[in-house]
């Protein structure tokens, strides 16, 4: 940024035009190579394809990417962070918060809404990282093997529910967070959202009354209902006795 005198006579910092327009150009090349990715494949995208859609030039992807490989790499890490700020997903301000809502249910419902954010981006693009690897060892090299970095996301989110006073004592850490994880796995999502055809709302609302059921005391006992249609919301107690009141029973 460039500095300025300000009316009061002080530094100001102005707008670096160049870094803005550089930013701008990046994340028009991500978006395309993003929409290319999920409807042909990494492999049938050339990155040419990728120039045209965004609208600069091919050396212009060429002199900010090098090549597709680290292009691709920069699709799954944007989609999964939602921006370009290199700020880890347990250092978001969305994950803070809910790890320190009070009680385990008000922490669930936090997490699974900011969770469904990241799905809702990356979950389409996962399939695409398996069929890269497949072909491609350098792709595969870029994921290397290794605890998963969701996991270890779920692991802190856990440790921070379990010790709320609603969590269910008999479930620890370990536990909660293998639930945490695949319950709210990118696989699941897609199978109720894609294949299934249910709403990001209704899987949100399943997750939640799924995950409360497991993990916390309040909920003991009770069932996890299942969604009244593909495309429908979730029906839950609460949202049963609201129809019965509605219909006059």
């Avoid at 150009?25 to 395309?32: G, P, Q, S």
């Avoid at 692991?155 to 010790?163: E, Y």
Wanted: glycine share 6%; proline share 7%.
């Amino acid at each position: 940024m460039d500095a300025v005198k300000g009316s009061d006579g002080q530094n100001v910092k102005r707008p670096d035009k160049r870094a803005e327009r550089s930013r701008r150009t990046r994340e028009k090349i991500v978006a395309a190579a993003r929409d290319l990715f999920v409807a042909q494949g990494y492999g049938a995208t050339s990155l040419q394809e990728v120039a045209d859609r965004a609208g600069v030039a091919v050396q212009t992807v060429y002199f900010v990417f090098r090549n597709k490989r680290a292009l691709f790499k920069d699709v799954v890490d944007t989609s999964t962070a939602g921006d370009v700020e290199p700020v880890a997903t347990m250092d978001r301000d969305w994950f803070r918060a809910a790890c320190a809502e009070p009680t385990a249910a008000g922490q669930l419902r936090a997490h699974v809404r900011g969770v469904r954010d990241i799905l809702g981006r990356v979950a389409p693009i996962m399939p695409l990282i398996a069929a890269a690897a497949a072909t491609d060892p350098e792709i595969a090299a870029q994921w290397p093997a290794g605890p998963d970095p969701r996991y270890t996301v779920q692991h802190t989110a856990a440790k921070a529910l379990t010790s709320k006073p609603d969590a269910r004592p008999d479930v620890d850490t370990a536990r909660a967070a293998d639930l945490l994880y695949g319950l709210l796995s990118p696989e699941l999502y897609l199978l109720f959202v894609r294949n299934r055809g249910w709403s990001p709302d209704a899987w949100e609302e399943w997750a939640c009354a799924a995950l409360i059921a497991h993990l916390c005391t309040d909920h003991e006992g009770q069932n996890t209902p299942a969604p009244q249609g593909r495309r429908g919301r979730p029906s839950t107690p609460a949202v049963d006795r609201d129809r019965g009141a509605a219909a006059g029973r």
